[in-house]
Structures are given as structure tokens and as C-alpha cells.
């Protein structure tokens, strides 16, 4: 049962009003969660929480150990900080992260915030199954210096394994038969993957706490390791997860910070508010992509859900509707002086703006136990689980059902013909998209019929399946906040295949209010995928044709836009026609 049940019915329209009326939710979530005890049931591990069920409470219940990780973390700490050290000595240069999803998005807050200390591993994170990046990845390490780190909860994700089996391929040449040696796993007990680790003879195999679900598994042996091999003070990190543990355990709502955090965005999207805005200090700017993968994935489902929106560039009040909440998240010592303004600017017109400032980025181990403990509020009081990913298979089945059609065909069928085709440019429809077919006869007739589709409270999310440049993220970062401007409404941009383990859950079991482009390309490269008949470059096609049948048949409004041969001029060309359409509307 949902914590609180009072919700507004009508959203007031002075900022005076709506900033008040926040604050009453707010001030009744709390002292309900004080009145039913809710810190305490969590933290004894009620499963009846979220769900009244059985089978649903003994599942929830099995996926609860991140609640006590930090302050039993010391041996697992000291155990990880010295396999850094030996790994270290032994002359490795680099570190590569071959998951998905949980398992991968941790390592790639790290990368991006952290500087690897000197004498350790520099950080790669592989989660594209894009030939063209896979191919990257391989100029900017040496096999020969590499541990590669297999990591999947299940043991069984199909782009681990199949990134696995290509790199052992490519380090065998220098290692022979102690090619295993530049391999580690991190899995749970009696995987396909802890077995795989033991006949290839892996460094190491470690085996993480069955009990901790993927998204949640940041401070284990996930985020740990990849961390401590770039010499980051991991030791430090859980301390401060630990402290963040006494507070969340031992403190009233009103003062605890994981309790008032959840009870904020819950509150939220029960009164409308359901597109949480992060905006976050330069030196964390990363961070986003973990919660917002822990956001999606553990609320978006039941058609219910929290919209996380990483990534927009802060604009004026009046490009923002009434669905917003803002999160500040600030590093002491970073100065913005641009985002302060516009964020007072934005609280003043009545949007409401969460403010936390933390030290300094080792202090994110208490964020990251801060927003775990904040979801599961936040799950229970908008009344569903936040510990399950019930649609998550849906891509995945879809992609194997392609994958299995290629392998008879040795070609992709499409279901249906584009809607519009022009020069290398061809655009699909699915789901309730269909029904724009035939309505326009050029590429930026249909985008503009497809976009007036908006209605207030909707959200745009470009979902791109190509190798990312900084040119391309620049050019689709460009287009997002032209829409953002002109129709008012939340846009996200995610790299596929990488959102289908997390954020995808949201696309398909969270409400309907999204609007998706997927934007593909031929595949230039081809990649084989040893033990497979086919390769990278089929299996990449196929996640993104999977994703989109997947919306489809969930009668989501999709599009997928197909670039042709050349990403780089397939968007110039998009672009191209995008513009036009604007300057004939009178638009910049």
C-alpha cells in the first residue's frame, strides 16, 4: 500500500500555492513514514512493503542485501585492494569492463570522475555491441597489457559472454595457454559465467553476494573492483557509504536523508511532478548515468513511474512544464554561477528544486547508498516494486527471435515498408506511430506531424544505435534541445544497446507518455563473434530492430529512422531537412 494516499487533484497555479502544496505532501509523506515504522520494516527486510503477495515477497526479499553492504565491506575491501596491488605489479596497463547495464554503468561514473592514480590500470567500459566500437576500444589498449573483467549478475548476458570470447581470441597470440590470466569475473555462485571462469582458467573469479540486484550493486564487488584497479581509495568510498548507512538506519524521516529523498520524488510523481531533472556539479557529471539507470529501471513499470531526465542543458522557466522536479546535486568547491541562477530562477516560477551538496566525489559511495535506499521509498509510496524488471526481456527475446530468423535467412525482414523514404534516409513506424504513415511525403513533413503528436506531460527519448563521437552525441544533444524548446517537454538521450538493460524497462512498463526515435545505420563492420554464426554487427542490428518491435507491440509511439550508409551524413542530411521545416514555420 502506497504510503500516501492523498494526492493533488489539481496542480494550483501560483508558484506561491504549488511550492506550498509540495511542502504539505512532503511534511504528511514524512510523519506517515514515522507513524508506520517504515525505516525500521526496511530495515529488517519486510518484503511486505511493496507487494502482498507471496511468490512477489520472497523474489523482493532475496534482492535486499545492499541494505547492510557498506558497514560488512572491511574484508571485502581490504581482499579487492590487495588483488589491485598484485594485478598492478604484475605490469597491467590497462582495465577493461566488458557488461551491461548495473554491471557496467558504476565503472563508468568512475572513469569519467576519477583520475587513475599513477602505477595503476586506466578504466575502459565496453557496453556497445557497435563493431565501430568495439574496433575503438581495441586502438587504445595492448592485449598484452589488458585485464579484461567479465561482469554479469546472472552469468549469462549475451554481449559479456560474446565480448569475452573475442578478446580471448585477440590476447591468446601474446598469452598462449595462460590467456585466462587476463580475465576476471565478477558474477554470482553457480553462474554460467563462475563455470566459464574456471575452465578458462581465469586470474579470478568473484563471487558477489547473490542477494544484491544488478542496479543496487554499485558498492559490491561490481563497483568495487573496476574501481579499485584504477587506484581509487575504495576504502574511503564505503566509509562513506557506511556513514550514510547509520543515517539511513537510525535517524526519523524528517532527518534521515534516504527517507526524505525518497519521500520528495515519490511525493512528486504522485502529484505530477514525474520528470526528475538532474543537474549536477562538472567533477560528477557522470553520476548521472548510474541513477538515472536506478531510477528507470526499479519505478518505471505498472504503467507508473519516475521519468529521469540526465543531461539537459538548464534553460529559461517558460521551456518547462508543470511535470518537472529539479535535482541539484553540488560538489563543495565546484562553481557553476550559471547554473545557480538558473536554477534559483527556476525555483522562483515555482518549480520545485531539491538541493544536496556533498564534499567531494569519494563522498558519491554515500550518494550511491543515499538514492538506493531513496528508490525503495520511492517505490513505496508511488505502490510498486522496486526491486523487479519485468520487461526487460521482452528486447531480449525479440532480438533472439531475430537473431534466429538471420541465421535461416541471413538477412533482417522488415515488418512493414518506410513510411517515408529520401535520399539514404528511410523512416519506420510501430505501435501508435502507424498511423502517420502516408500523412507525409518528406523526411521533414513526417518528423513535424510525428512531434506535433506531443501533448503536455510527454517526453521525448532519442535513442541512438551507432558508435558515439563527440560530433554526433553534439549534433543529437543539439536536436534535443531545440524540441526541449519548442514543445516544452522532457527529452532524454541514451546509447543503445546500453539503455535496454536498464532505462528500457521504463520505455515499456512505465507510463505512456514517451515518444521514441531509434536512429540506426548500416552496419560497415563486420565483426565475428567466435562460436556464433554470426557476428557483432548482427547482433547490434538486431537489439535495435528487437527494441523496436518490442515498443511497437506495447503500442508505444516509435519511429526509427535508418541513416543509410553513413551516420556522419545521414544526420547532416536529418538535420538538414529538420531545419528547413522550422525556417518555414517561422522558427530559428
Not at 598484452?144 to 565480448?163: D, M, R, W
Not at 522496486?386 to 541471413?410: C, H, I, M, R, Y
Not at 567466435?530 to 547490434?540: I, R
Not at 527494441?547 to 507491440?553: A, I, K, M, Q, V
Amino acid at each position: 500500500m502506497p504510503v500516501s494516499k492523498k494526492v493533488f487533484s489539481v496542480i494550483p497555479d501560483s508558484p506561491q500555492d504549488l511550492v506550498a502544496g509540495f511542502k504539505n505532501e512532503l511534511t504528511a509523506a514524512l510523519a506517515q513514514l514515522d507513524t508506520q515504522h517504515i525505516r525500521e520494516r526496511i530495515y529488517s527486510k519486510d518484503a511486505s512493503l511493496w507487494k502482498s503477495d507471496k511468490p512477489s515477497q520472497s523474489k523482493i526479499a532475496d534482492r535486499l542485501g545492499w541494505l547492510q553492504l557498506p558497514q560488512q565491506s572491511e574484508d571485502r575491501v581490504e581482499d579487492i585492494t590487495a588483488f589491485a596491488t598484485e594485478v598492478r605489479k604484475e605490469g597491467f596497463r590497462y582495465a577493461v569492463l566488458l557488461g551491461m547495464g548495473g554491471s557496467s554503468l558504476c565503472s563508468e561514473v568512475a572513469r569519467e570522475t576519477f583520475i587513475t592514480r599513477r602505477g595503476y590500470l586506466k578504466l575502459f567500459v565496453l557496453d556497445d555491441t557497435d563493431p565501430a566500437s568495439i574496433k575503438a576500444l581495441e586502438k587504445q589498449i595492448k592485449p598484452e597489457k589488458t585485464l579484461f573483467i567479465v561482469a554479469s549478475k546472472s552469468g549469462t548476458t549475451k554481449e559479456s559472454l560474446s565480448f569475452f570470447h573475442y578478446f580471448y581470441q585477440q590476447v591468446k597470440p601474446y598469452a598462449g595457454r595462460n590467456a585466462g590470466s587476463h580475465f576476471i569475473a565478477i558474477t554470482d555462485n553457480g553462474t554460467p559465467l563462475a563455470e566459464l571462469g574456471e575452465r578458462y582458467k581465469f586470474r579470478r573469479v568473484f563471487i558477489n553476494p547473490s542477494d544484491i540486484g544488478g542496479r543496487y550493486a554499485v558498492l559490491s564487488d561490481f563497483g568495487l573492483v573496476p574501481m579499485a584497479l584504477m587506484g581509487i581509495d575504495i576504502a574511503a568510498m564505503m566509509h562513506s557509504a557506511a556513514d550514510m548507512e547509520t543515517l539511513c538506519r537510525d535517524t526519523g524521516a524528517e532527518t534521515n536523508p534516504g527517507l526524505d529523498l525518497g519521500a520528495e520524488i515519490g511525493i512528486s510523481q504522485t502529484i505530477g511532478r514525474d520528470k526528475l531533472t538532474f543537474v549536477l556539479s562538472p567533477s560528477i557529471a557522470a553520476f548521472g548515468y548510474w541513477v538515472e539507470q536506478l531510477i528507470a529501471e526499479s519505478t518505471g513499470k505498472e504503467g507508473k513511474g519516475i521519468i529521469p531526465v540526465n543531461g539537459e542543458t538548464l534553460g529559461p522557466p517558460s521551456v518547462y512544464g508543470n511535470d518537472r522536479v529539479f535535482i541539484h546535486v553540488r560538489v563543495a568547491g565546484d562553481r557553476d554561477t550559471t547554473q545557480m541562477r538558473k536554477l534559483n530562477a527556476l525555483e522562483e516560477a515555482g518549480h520545485p528544486v531539491i538541493r544536496v551538496k556533498i564534499p567531494d566525489p569519494v563522498a558519491l559511495g554515500g550518494e550511491y547508498y543515499c538514492w538506493e535506499v531513496a528508490t525503495a521509498v520511492a517505490g513505496l509510496i508511488i505502490g510498486i516494486n522496486p526491486f523487479d524488471e519485468p520487461n526487460v526481456a521482452e528486447s531480449k527475446k525479440n532480438t533472439e527471435n531475430l537473431l534466429e530468423e538471420w541465421k535461416g535467412a541471413k538477412k533482417f525482414k522488415e515488418t512493414s515498408s518506410p513510411a517515408v523514404r529520401e535520399a539514404d534516409i528511410s523512416i519506420y513506424t510501430g505501435g501508435a506511430a502507424t498511423a502517420l504513415k502516408g500523412d507525409a511525403t518528406s523526411v521533414s513533413d513526417f518528423m513535424g506531424a510525428f512531434l506535433h503528436e506531443i501533448k503536455a506531460g510527454d517526453y521525448v527519448a532519442m535513442l541512438p544505435y551507432f558508435h558515439q563521437t563527440d560530433a554526433r552525441a553534439g549534433i543529437l544533444q543539439a536536436w534535443r534541445m531545440t524540441i526541449r524548446d519548442q514543445y516544452q517537454v522532457a527529452t532524454t538521450l541514451l546509447q543503445g544497446p546500453r539503455y535496454l538493460h536498464s532505462t528500457g524497462q521504463l520505455h515499456k512498463g512505465g507510463p505512456d507518455c514517451g515518444l521514441y526515435i531509434i536512429l540506426t545505420a548500416d552496419e560497415k563492420i563486420s565483426l565475428p563473434i567466435p562460436g556464433e554464426s554470426y557476428g557483432f554487427d548482427v547482433l547490434h542490428h538486431a537489439q535495435a530492430m528487437g527494441d523496436f518491435r518490442s515498443l511497437s507491440d506495447k503500442g508505444r509511439r516509435v519511429i526509427r529512422i535508418h541513416l543509410g550508409a553513413e551516420v556522419d551524413s545521414g544526420l547532416a542530411e536529418l538535420m538538414k531537412q529538420i531545419r528547413q521545416k522550422r525556417k518555414a514555420n517561422g522558427r530559428r
